[in-house]
């Protein structure tokens, strides 16, 4: 009916609906080497695909920012809970670089022209001047808002020594060929992700779009018209080649330990510069383009980053308290700063 209507609200409510019976049904057989026993239930395996495939197209159909980023929200846990049925039949290092990078590699490689297989596309004619386009694209920011999230999330989970240090199991896939329907799924979503990227690559795409938090990624409206925010005309630190840096760099790492050798110390110790990376590029674009979702992300990811390492290392006291303070005053004097600059922009424009 959501399609056939193209009504957002009943596609908003079919996608919840969906989503309770798909948790409520796979999440007690976690554990069970379940299988699925019909068609109905063969839906869970694939429901990242039809996330990517229904619900996707509908939030086109219906112009609608809420629809798309809710079924945004939806992929990460989805392929999550799709891998950790694979557990016990495909190597651990497997599983984590799937379950972390791919739903980040997926939203980020999100593009309307890659959507639009139209004859005028193919054919190569000027796709800015098209409805939808990457000049008008008003859902690319939103995944790649998704996507910055989802990537801070995911460095941050293997940023601790414990992720590295821990025994990784499975060294080899399972010979019954039943359970590979779940890996099926992620095979399917590899090949969508990366003809996304092979399209940006093609493309030249730079960025694109970017996060946009708050009212402002569902207005569709810029913060002020002076900072040039998300116009494409000011280059961006945070642009989708360093982003597939940060993607591949954790992903190698990843697939090194499982394959080759533990290195808990060094990969941590990477893992924790990406983050940093991220975190200094989010506060970078944030201070060029005038941009508080920018900014503040960047600060609230860089100061966690630096507590979260206090706190897991055997730092003394004082040194906590020390670290305690200069964060807080750090946050305060950049926050107090950063908003006296953004309020002028806002007045002159």
Request: glycine content about 10%.
């Amino acid at each position: 009916m959501a399609t056939g209507l193209r009504l957002a609200s009943l596609g908003i409510a079919a996608l919840i609906l969906i989503l309770v019976g798909y948790f409520t049904q796979a999440l007690p057989q976690l554990g069970e080497n379940w299988l699925p026993q019909s068609f109905w239930e063969g839906m869970i395996a694939f429901m990242p695909l039809m996330i990517l495939g229904w619900f996707v197209p509908l939030a086109r159909w219906c112009r609608s920012r809420w629809l798309f980023g809710l079924a945004g929200l939806a992929l990460a846990p989805t392929v999550a809970l799709n891998v950790l049925f694979l557990t016990g039949e495909v190597p651990d290092w497997l599983g984590a670089a799937l379950a972390l990078f791919l739903p980040v590699a997926l939203l980020w490689s999100y593009d309307a022209q890659a959507w639009r297989l139209t004859r005028r596309w193919t054919a190569g004619r000027d796709a800015s001047q098209e409805p939808g386009s990457r000049r008008g694209d008003r859902f690319q920011p939103i995944a790649r808002a998704l996507a910055l999230v989802g990537l801070a999330l995911s460095l941050y989970i293997i940023s601790f020594r414990g992720f590295w240090a821990q025994p990784w199991s499975g060294g080899s896939f399972s010979a019954e060929p039943a359970h590979w329907i779940w890996l099926l799924d992620e095979l399917l979503l590899l090949i969508w992700a990366k003809l996304g990227w092979l399209h940006l690559l093609r493309r030249g795409a730079s960025l694109g779009g970017g996060l946009r938090l708050g009212a402002n990624v569902f207005s569709g409206g810029q913060v002020f018209s002076g900072g040039q925010a998300f116009s494409g005309r000011k280059r961006r630190a945070l642009n989708s080649g360093l982003v597939a840096l940060l993607i591949v760099l954790p992903v190698v790492l990843i697939l090194w330990t499982g394959l080759v050798g533990e290195l808990p110390i060094v990969a941590s110790w990477m893992v924790n510069v990406l983050l940093a990376l991220l975190a200094i590029g989010l506060i970078r674009d944030g201070l060029a383009l005038g941009l508080r979702p920018y900014f503040w992300f960047g600060m609230a990811l860089l100061v966690v980053e630096i507590l979260t390492r206090t706190f897991e290392y055997d730092a003394g006291l004082t040194l906590k308290a020390l670290v305690f303070a200069l964060c807080g005053l750090a946050v305060l004097a950049a926050g107090v700063w950063f908003e006296r600059q953004y309020k002028a922009r806002l007045v002159a424009a």
